[in-house]
């Protein structure tokens, strides 16, 4: 998707939260596929994998007029063992990329969610190009490894950061604030 319209044609607002609709779901897996097979080559024709049948998907859905457009990131959380939680498949639109609060919101969400639901500890393996954000958000490498032929960062996320949510299901809203 081109997001190189004039102003007045951006989202005005996103909001970040769970996929529960068919519709948040699909958009969310297509975003992967263009983000993690298309653009990035990490995998051939999908990128779902088992963790898929038990992980909870997240996305931010652009708003137009207080209105759900489209689907524009997602990421997903899942309990690998008790109190431990897992985040993958951080996916942005490009065109969106630069733009304020996408990619560490939904990251929020995730830690919080996760935190809310008893996590005790929140890892990710986090590609190289955006460690910079994670330690940002209050994030610490644990190791470097190598997945899918490229460098990755295992990381943890400082859960004092990151508050519970009384209601996750709402999620956040995150306003229109573009870095030109």
Not at 19 to 24: C, F, G, K, R, V
Request: hydrophobic share 40%; with cysteine; proline share 4%.
């Amino acid at each position: 998707m081109d997001w190189d319209l004039p102003y007045h044609y951006q989202p005005s607002s996103f909001v970040i939260k769970p996929a529960l609709q068919e519709w948040e779901q699909r958009e969310s897996v297509a975003l992967r596929r263009r983000v993690f097979c298309e653009e990035q080559g990490l995998f051939c024709d999908t990128d779902r994998d088992a963790i898929d049948e038990h992980a909870l998907l997240l996305c931010a859905i652009a708003q137009v007029a207080g209105m759900p457009d489209r689907v524009v990131g997602t990421v997903r959380v899942h309990q690998q063992s008790s109190g431990v939680w897992n985040g993958s498949r951080l996916a942005v639109e490009s065109g969106l990329r630069r733009h304020l609060g996408l990619g560490s919101g939904l990251i929020e969400l995730a830690v919080r969610t996760a935190h809310s639901a008893g996590a005790r500890v929140f890892l990710a393996h986090v590609q190289a190009q955006n460690v910079p954000l994670f330690e940002r958000l209050h994030w610490h490498t644990l190791e470097w490894v190598q997945l899918h032929d490229r460098p990755h960062a295992f990381m943890r996320a400082d859960l004092t950061h990151y508050p519970q949510l009384a209601r996750p299901q709402q999620g956040l809203l995150v306003c229109n604030r573009r870095v030109a």
